[in-house]
Structures are given as C-alpha cells and as structure tokens.
C-alpha cells in the first residue's frame, strides 16, 4: 500500500472546538486512481493537508511509500506531488521557470532539469505559453501547469485538491484525461471533489466522507450496487400525515427495494427498470402528489442513502 | 528540526546521512537561485530600492543644507561633535540601508505569499525542513543588506560638500559587524513578515521601520544622548542602534561610540532571538 493512514484525527482547539477528522483509517494501492468524495467541509481538504506534510495530525499517522509524514516530512515529500485547490504557481516566474526552479528544488542537475521541463511542457501541451507569467494564463491552463509541476520530480503519489473547481468543462475533461494519463505512467493518484460525475469517472476507489469520517469505501460500482436499484423516484407531497402508511403501500409492491420519507414527501428506491411510474403516481395521488423526479442510482444516490443529506447543500 | 530517516534503504547509516546532506544543500541551493533568477529580473527596482533612501539623505543634509546660509547651524550634532554631518551619517545610513533590505527582500513578499496568493505553499513543498525553507530568506535578504550597504560608500563619497572621514582599523571587525547586522536584519524581516496580518503590513513603515529608525542613533552616535539618558536606555531595545553603532565603531572610530564588545553581543543576541521569533512565525504559518 502506498498511503496507509491510520487512526488520523485533526482537532482544532479554540473558542469554538473544530474536529475536522474524526479517527480515519484507509490505504490506497500502488498505481490507482483514489477518490474522496464528500460536501464541502467533510473534512477531505485536512486529510489531504496531513498526507502532504502541510499540517499536522492530532492523532493517528500516515505514511507514504512507507515514509512517516509526521516524522520525516522532508523526506515524505520527495514522494509526494501535490496540486492544492487554489493556484500556488511563483508569480515571479514564468511558466518554463516554474518548472524547472521545482525541479532544482529536488536535486536535479541544470540540464536534467532543462530536459524534463521540456518533455513535460510538451506532454501537458504547454510549450506555446512557457514563456508567459502565470497572471497571464486562464483556469484550465493554470492548473496544467500545476500538474506538470506537482510530478516533474517522479513523486510516486499525486495529491489533487478538488482538482476541477473553478473549471470550465472544456477544461474539466481535459483535466481528467491528463490525470488518466498519469496512471500509465505509474502514479497514484488521490484526489478530492465533491463532483460525483468526477469521483465515477475517473476512480477505481472512492470513500465517501462526511463530518470527518469515512462512511464507506469501495469501487464506483460496487457503491452504486450496494443500493440494490436502478432508479430513485423523489415524491412531492401536499399530505405529509399520511407518509407512513404511503410508504407501508410502496413497500408491499413488486420492484421496489424500498421508500422512506424525506422533509418534502417520500423517495423511493426501484429494483426494476420499468413500469412502475403508473403505480407510483396511484398510490402516491391520494396524499397530494405535487411533482415526481426520476434519477438513475449515482453516487449522489449512495450519499443521500448514508446521510439523508444531498450532496450538493 | 533534525530529522529522522524513517525508510529501509539498506545503504550504510553514513552514505544516508551524506545523501540527505546533499538532498538539503541542492534544494537550499535551488530556493537561492530561484530567488538570484528573480532578482536579476527586477535589477533596475531593486537599484531604485537600495539607492534612493541614502541618496536623498546625504543630497539634502550633506549637500543642499550646507549650501544654505546659516545651514551648519542645522546640524547640532555635527557642531556638537566637531566632525561633518555626513561622517556622522555614513555609518547611519548603512544601517539604515540594511535594516530596510531586512523588510523589503523579506518581509514585503511574504505578505504577498502567505496573502492572496499563497505561493509559499510550493516553497514549503521542497524536500527541506520548513525552518531551513525559512532560514534560505533570511539568508538571501542578508546578501541585499551586504550590496545596499556597500551602495552607500560611492554616494557618501561624492555627494556631500565635506568630504568623509572614514578610516577601517580592524577588517575582520567590520566584516564581521556587516554581516550579523544584514542577518539580524532578514530575522528582522521574517519575523515581521511572519508577524504581521498580510493586509497590515502597509502599516509596518509607521509603526515598526520609522520608529526604528529615528530611534536607532543613525543621525547621530549613542553618545550623543547623554543629556536624555532615559532616551539613552530606552532605545537599548532597538537592534538598529546596535548597527549603526557597529558601522560607527569601524568605519569612523574618531566618533564616540558603543564597546565593540557590547555591539557584537547585542547584535548576536538579537540574531537569535529575531531568528526564532522568526523561524517559529514562519512554521506557524505554513503548518496548519
């Protein structure tokens, strides 16, 4: 395992006490794309702050490539390449200078630096702008060059900080194909977000966090498949009183996993994929159905399954 | 902050700690050329930067004013010591010069980094101890401090009326005053820069650098105060006294100054204290 974190928790004393995680425990295979998944404030911006050498744990260790991150952090980062949320590119340098002043930073010769600043100004599609000061670039390629920059010293694990806030979508797939790419070279990839479009897309694992802890773990499809339907139908309704015996109804029908209530009316999970809208509708239109939605089972399904929340709020 | 190796290499314990060595050195090495690159850049503001402040000093006071009638008149601490003004001022503005190389290499562009744009973050990413990440400023202002010192000499030469009487009896001893005064100075930097809230830190010339300097015997020698000796005490506290008082000694001994004793004591205390306070800023702000 490349990332082994254990019993990690981060506390913030103060006037108002903060546990931003919450006893975590994980590892994430060589070579993988790892995603966390959660709302904002889950605590996914401190675990990766932690596992990156720039903040400390309150209790628990990580280690990374089997190196103490509390205890050797200089030397945990010659493994580590990060890319943090906002853009922390040298606004003194240009583009080709960020690069290869990061490359001097971890002990490359000048032309071995010369070299793969120019390989990986190519790779990323950059060499058109190497001469351009950050200030001058847009979003998209901003974080490109952050990319370049967080693996031209062959780290073995990329850390990528909600990598497509603040994206276009052009941007965003482009993103995702150049962290796609970073697996056949062979690095780990972990990575934050609270897209579930994003967490689907690109990861082999995800853990879905919330209130600093790690409420479940597994691949994209297995977390779809752990809620045993295919579509989410989220009822609207006027009479709320008569919730309970709603739900008893739906429960009793063939191909519905199951329902529960919710603040506006009740959800229901479906197993089958079709024929169900005319029962539903039937047995809802008694207690004032109001408005119907239809979803496929997403990530976001398996949030709103652990927590009642949605993810987005 | 000495670390430890936690990893099972399988080489010799020695060969480790030699390679961690040069692992240091080489990322120490890249900050200081990174920040050498930057600075080559921006030569012609930095120029500005160290020239300015003495050139004006000496044009008005050593120049312009004892063109005036009545302008000896101006200087009593120039009548009262029976020497030119500008022998008086040239150690002062080397200190003057130093200390304000400390802020505006260190303590300026950290406000800007740990500010808005957070940029420090990558620095700190290096394959070095954060304190070390910290020290590559201090030690990089120090070598600003040393020129913009230096810079003052020719502009003390030529501008003013009366020429300067300057004579170094002990080399060693004016080296060694130069240097702990420019390292002190970008402590000094760092721990304001580390110190103060990035969005304040325009309020440091009013608060911190002209307090300092007015108060720091740079137009005119310690000495000078005895008649205020609650003023003579007081401004004990401030390390600017102690490099002027220093520059004083070696370069214009014929001027009372402090014991070279007490000026290397006091500026080495305040290299460590500055440096700590410094260091310790630092880590506090980049390790969350």
Redesign the interface.
Known sequence: MIVEIEGLSKIYEGKQRVVAIDGIDLSVEAGSLFGFLGPNGAGKT?TI?IC?????PSAGRVRI????VV?????A??S?G?V?Q????????TVY?NIH??C????FSRTEAQRRTTHLLEQFHLTERAQAYPAQLSGGLAQRVQIA?AIAHHPKVLFLDEPSAGLDPQSRIAMWEAVKNLREEGITVVLTTHYMEEADELCDRVAIIDHGKILIEDTPAALKGSIGAQRVYELDLRNHAGIPQLIRTLGAQPGIASAEATAKGVRIFAGGTEGLLSEVVLAANPYGLRDLTITETSLETVFIRLTGRELRE | MPELATVETGTPAASAQGSLRTQYLRAFAGLFLRDLHVLRRELFPFVIRVCMNPMLFLLVFTFIMPHMSGGASMNPTSAAMGTSFSTVLLPGLMAVAIMFSGIAAVALPLAQEFGITREIDDRVMCPLPVAAVAFEKIVFSAMQSIIAAIVVFPLAYYIPSTPVVAHVNSWPYLVAVLILASITSGALGLTIGTTVEPKQIGLIFGVVVMPITFLGCVYYPWKALDPLPWLQRGVLINPIVYMSEGLRSALTPALPHMHPAMILGMLTFFLVLLTWLGIRGFKRRVIG
């Open positions: 401190t702050s990156t050498t720039r903040a400390l490539a089997g190196i103490d205890q050797s952090p200089s030397q980062r010659r580590i990060v943090p906002y853009n922390t590119l040298d606004r003194a340098c200078e002043f990061h001097l930073y971890f002990g920059r």
